[in-house]
């Protein structure tokens, strides 16, 4: 990647893919802003914006929030210094109409997108990922009884509290999730194929390996 070159990326991925872990990695490496919609919400709502009240008014009657606040929230971001800089997008777009929206908006802030990456993992994996998933109710440690079992069944390797899973963890719970996200995802894919930007990661790996892979795709641009 040629110095000057400021990157704009979307990434792509299932809650349990590592999304997250990646952005942060990405953004110490390659020193650009993580922009997460979920953050930039409860900031705008926190600090009681403008449009924190607006989308203050949906989260409280339980509606999903509009994708033209969403926009507006990005485009607030990206104006106020990121868009210059580059970024890493995270859960956002969501779906195709968000990606027309966000392609419109950065025309008008003459910027492109440089990449989207999709993190694909395994489905049964994903799965094992978030059903596997325990927390320790005392000390907060994490565990996966697939890939990171604790020695005693439900109990703390670290205090012998006792383990618990979340609610939203549950086998159909993370089946109809993946199902949803799928449905809306699909054609943001499609999308981002046809633009030629689309690259594709194996995230069945370790996080480091799949941070070595989206490196590797970022110093050939
Ligand atoms: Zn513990």
Sequence with gaps: MKQEANLRLILLGLPGSGKGTQADSLKKKYNIPHISTGNLLREAISKNTPLGKQAESYVQSGELVPDSLIINLVKEEMTRNHGARGFILDGFPRNLAQAEKLDIMLKELNLELSLAIEIKLNEEILIKRLTGRRTCSKCGALYNIYFNPPQVSDICDVC??????????????????????????????????????????????????????????????
């Excluded at 490196?215 to 641009?221: A, G, N, Y």
């Design 160 to 221: 012998q509290g006792k383990l618990s899973r979340r609610e939203d963890d549950n086998v159909q719970v993370v089946n109809n999730r993946i199902k949803v996200y799928w449905s809306n995802i699909s054609p943001v894919i499609d999308y981002y194929q046809k633009n030629g930007i689309l690259h594709i990661i194996d995230g069945n790996q370790e996080a480091p390996g799949v941070f070595a892979d989206i490196s590797q795709i970022i110093e050939r641009l």
